[in-house]
């Protein structure tokens, strides 16, 4: 991990750096067909490692555990759900999606993408990939067994550390309950754009079947100089600018989906496995030591019966024996607590290294509107002079519409 000179325990990263580590690619192939279900796969491609290599999800979910195994006191994002049966398309590319975010998550993170198991994944294009992720982390510790400093990590962690700890956690609480609401709010608002696409489009077509209709005129309808042909012959032609302004639109849509509301959901993955990560702190790590702590105060009770009571040297030296065992169980219990806070302490970093990332969101979400209202516009303002002829005045002459700041063509 890149860290500066004196206290280790600090980052000096800033989210440039991070992105620029790596961009990885996860595409859908077509589906292959086994002997009884149909398997997807996925291209997966590093721009890093300058690797293409094909991946199935359970190659992912492997590769997952692996993580979980080497760096349990680190982020490790989660992974979407297995795919169930009767998946659809739908299911299925948003399950794209987010093996995207995770691999380019992990592929940007400091430990991670200096891992050995990340390379493999990345770049091994043999026919296994799932079983030579496992050799390589066979007779290899975790990363508390390997790191030169993980037995020193309290000399370097502030003296309030469980307070700063409880901090930061309810303000990534409070950070990711903001970002899950504007995340649904962007769903929507892309979604209202896709619709509103939709609409335009049916909306085009029901004109050109208004003006395609071959149903005769009524004899008497002539008797008033009808300009029935006259608009239909106009209305005919409208369905392509409807058209254009429905591709316009789920332009838009398409691309604050891209923009816009992945990258919220990026973040979320990320302040999810924070909060993940926090979990396992507590229920895994501080759980294990005060249930080893438990243990050593019963055995130190029965020490002090067997000393009372007299019992066999034997039975005292066992107990002795044991009761030291535990004492140095204890002790690495807490030099992983100690490490846990350590790598806590950086993970919360991290996490305020990506925080800019919301300004990036904006930009992303302002650009899409501008380019998206400008281009609709432009295509309405050369939609309004085909409209003349629908619009007759006195004398049956046309006459356009006017602009809203004339009034309401309806107001009379």
């Keep these: 991990m890149q860290m500066p000179q004196g206290n280790p325990l600090l980052l000096s990263h800033t989210l440039q750096e991070l992105l620029a580590r790596d961009t990885v690619q996860v595409e859908l192939i077509p589906e292959k067909k086994g002997l009884f279900l149909k398997h997807v796969e996925y291209e997966v491609s590093s721009l890093r490692f300058k690797s293409s290599v094909y991946r199935r999800y359970n190659d992912f979910v492997?590769?997952?555990?692996?993580?979980?195994?080497?760096?349990?006191?680190?982020?490790?994002?989660?992974?979407?759900?297995?795919?169930?049966?009767?998946?659809?398309?739908?299911?299925?590319?948003?399950?794209?999606?987010?093996?995207k975010r995770f691999i380019n998550l992990v592929a940007r993170h400091p430990p991670f993408s200096e891992d050995v198991v990340l390379k493999l994944f990345l770049s091994f294009s043999g026919s296994d990939i799932q079983n030579k992720l496992k050799e390589s982390v066979q007779c290899v510790g975790d990363e508390f067994m390997i790191c030169k400093l993980a037995t020193r990590a309290k000399d370097f962690l502030p003296a309030d550390?469980?307070?700063?700890?409880?901090?930061?956690?309810?303000?990534?609480?409070?950070?990711?309950?903001?970002?899950?609401?504007?995340?649904?709010?962007?769903?929507?608002?892309?979604s209202r754009a896709i619709d509103n696409a939709a609409d335009l489009l049916i909306f085009g077509k029901e004109l050109s079947a208004l003006g395609s209709d071959t149903t005769p005129l009524p004899s008497w309808a002539t008797m008033s100089n009808s300009t029935w042909g006259t608009l239909k012959q106009a209305l005919k032609g409208l369905s392509v600018e409807f058209a254009l302004l429905a591709d316009k639109a789920a332009q838009q849509g398409k691309q604050e989906e891209n923009d816009v509301v992945?990258?919220?959901?990026?973040?979320?993955?990320?302040?999810?496995?924070?909060?993940d990560l926090c979990e396992r702190h507590e229920k895994g790590v501080l759980h294990k030591h005060q249930r080893a702590l438990h243990k050593y105060s019963m055995m130190k009770k029965q020490m002090m019966s067997a000393t009372v009571q007299n019992r066999e040297p034997e039975s005292v030296e066992q107990l002795e024996s044991r009761i030291v065992e535990q004492e140095n169980a204890i002790q690495t219990m807490e030099l992983r607590n100690y490490f846990s806070l350590y790598c806590l302490h950086q993970e919360t970093q991290l996490i305020h290294v990506y925080l800019p990332l919301t300004s990036h969101i904006l930009g992303a979400f302002v650009n899409s509107q501008i380019q998206g209202h400008k281009e609709m516009s432009k295509v309405w303002n050369e939609l309004k002079p085909k409209l003349s002829c629908l619009f007759a005045g006195p004398n049956n002459m046309p006459t356009p519409p006017r602009s809203p700041q004339e009034g309401n063509v309806f107001s009379h």
């Excluded at 992945?262 to 909060?275: A, V």
């Design 62 to 99: 492997v590769f997952h555990e692996i993580l979980l195994q080497k760096f349990p006191y680190r982020m490790v994002p989660a992974l979407p759900p297995k795919r169930m049966l009767g998946a659809d398309r739908e299911f299925i590319e948003t399950r794209r999606r987010a093996l």
């Design 161 to 190: 550390i469980q307070a700063q700890f409880a901090a930061s956690r309810e303000l990534i609480r409070n950070i990711y309950n903001s970002f899950y609401k504007l995340r649904d709010r962007a769903e929507r608002i892309a």
């Design 262 to 275: 992945e990258k919220l959901n990026l973040f979320l993955d990320l302040l999810q496995s924070y909060k």
